[in-house]
């Protein structure tokens, strides 16, 4: 799938289907985003690639906004050093890991942003490193509409050369 389609198609999907993800396919998510931008190349992230059923049950309980992670074949665990620029770089790294799995087919959802602290304990995350996000990744479910996006026109949100001049 051609980058740009990839961004305007995906959606996040939170209902997979009882299938697992080909290696290759989990390789590649994974090298996604370890191949993503860092500020200064300090890559303040770790990956926590997590396929066993009792443990995606047992996070998908603890995420209070996700508990679908129960469900999903895969999830990877974004884990981040405390640095100034690991919240914007590992951001970076999820969002490519989330647009690779798109382009096979694979859908996923950010699930967390605070409130893991207990995950941290189950996956033996070290106390000096933030766990921030969750990402569940599985074949949808059901038909996932590609593209049909809610989003503001483009002239409310861009603008061109100073703010309030309509980007054209």
Excluded at 28 to 45: D, K, Y
């Amino acid at each position: 799938m051609e980058t740009f389609e990839a961004v305007r198609t995906m959606l996040a999907v939170r209902q997979y289907l009882d299938k697992s993800l080909p290696d290759e396919v989990v390789h590649r998510i994974v090298e996604a985003g370890h191949l993503s931008a860092s500020s200064m190349n300090l890559q303040p992230w770790h990956f926590i690639v997590v396929r066993d059923h009792d443990t995606l049950r047992k996070l998908g309980a603890l995420a209070k906004t996700g508990s679908y992670v129960a469900e999903a074949p895969l999830a990877i665990v974004v884990v981040i050093e405390k640095t100034q620029f690991a919240v914007s770089d590992a951001s970076r790294a999820i969002q490519s890991m989330m647009l690779t799995g798109w382009a096979e087919g694979v859908g996923s959802n950010w699930v967390g942003f605070g409130g893991l602290d207990e995950a941290k304990s189950l996956l033996g995350v070290p106390a000096e490193l933030d766990l921030l996000a969750i990402l569940p990744f599985g074949y949808p479910a059901g038909p996932v509409g590609r593209g049909k996006k809610n989003r503001k026109p483009l002239r409310e949100v861009a603008h061109q050369e100073r703010y309030g001049q309509p980007f054209e």
